[in-house]
């Protein structure tokens, strides 16, 4: 099958594209916005992409054509986010933020989700999560409908007993969900294999 992307709606193409594509790593991110409210929502057009500086990016979509996401809006106001890993725990209560509400209206209050402060950034991070990497905004690139936000990483926490003192990481304790095919679909991390690189 071949699929000339440049005559598919939207639709089509994000259905191929998010299907094919897996699995993808979840962002779980929380902003806040001018008032202090915070917004929790997940987006699985993410990934790490360097190290020096550290930075992440992911891809918010707009709430309709023309209105950005509470996330994309928060962080346009604040310059702050926070990304954190998801794990099978979390899974349902993570996809169940994913609905759309009035903005001002906190997913962590609805879900009565804990959060803990955050070293750098005022935006707090969810204490049940595995993973917490807060980031301040370097820059958003909008290019047709998408908005890529590219974060800087300032601060990592790491759930007790996931990495050893060296900080390499225990594949034994660390099982984050993968995105799979839209609309409802992910991948568990539990059956993982090692393939040496050459010399």
């Given at each position: 099958m071949t699929f000339n992307l440049e005559k598919l709606p939207p639709g089509d193409r994000y259905r191929i594209l998010a299907s094919l594509v897996t699995p993808r790593p979840i962002a779980w991110v929380t902003t806040c916005d001018q008032d202090g409210r915070t917004n929790a929502a997940p987006y699985s057009f993410f990934n790490v992409f360097g190290?020096?500086?550290?930075?992440?990016?992911?891809?918010?979509?707009?709430?309709?054509?023309?209105?950005?996401?509470?996330?994309?809006?928060?962080?346009?106001?604040?310059?702050?986010?926070?990304?954190?890993?998801?794990?099978?725990?979390?899974?349902?209560?993570?996809?169940?933020?994913?609905?759309?509400?009035?903005?001002?209206?906190?997913?962590?209050?609805?879900?009565?989700?804990?959060?803990?402060?955050?070293?750098?950034?005022?935006?707090?991070?969810?204490?049940?999560?595995?993973?917490?990497?807060?980031?301040?905004?370097?820059?958003?690139?909008?290019?047709?409908?998408n908005r890529l936000i590219i974060g800087i990483v300032h601060f990592v926490h790491?759930?007790?007993?996931?990495?050893?003192?060296?900080?390499?990481?225990?594949?034994?304790?660390?099982?984050?969900l993968g995105r799979m095919s839209a609309p409802d679909w992910y991948s568990r991390t539990n059956d993982q294999y090692e393939i040496p690189r050459p010399d």
């Amino acid at each position: 099958m071949t699929f000339n992307l440049e005559k598919l709606p939207p639709g089509d193409r994000y259905r191929i594209l998010a299907s094919l594509v897996t699995p993808r790593p979840i962002a779980w991110v929380t902003t806040c916005d001018q008032d202090g409210r915070t917004n929790a929502a997940p987006y699985s057009f993410f990934n790490v992409f360097g190290s020096n500086p550290p930075i992440v990016a992911f891809a918010p979509g707009n709430k309709d054509r023309s209105t950005p996401k509470d996330t994309a809006r928060n962080i346009r106001e604040t310059g702050e986010f926070v990304v954190h890993m998801v794990d099978e725990p979390l899974g349902e209560v993570m996809v169940a933020t994913s609905a759309t509400l009035p903005h001002g209206e906190s997913e962590l209050d609805l879900h009565t989700l804990a959060t803990l402060p955050s070293e750098k950034v005022k935006v707090p991070r969810i204490a049940d999560a595995p993973v917490a990497l807060e980031c301040t905004e370097h820059s958003t690139i909008e290019i047709g409908s998408n908005r890529l936000i590219i974060g800087i990483v300032h601060f990592v926490h790491v759930r007790e007993g996931l990495m050893d003192e060296k900080g390499y990481l225990r594949h034994d304790s660390y099982h984050p969900l993968g995105r799979m095919s839209a609309p409802d679909w992910y991948s568990r991390t539990n059956d993982q294999y090692e393939i040496p690189r050459p010399d």
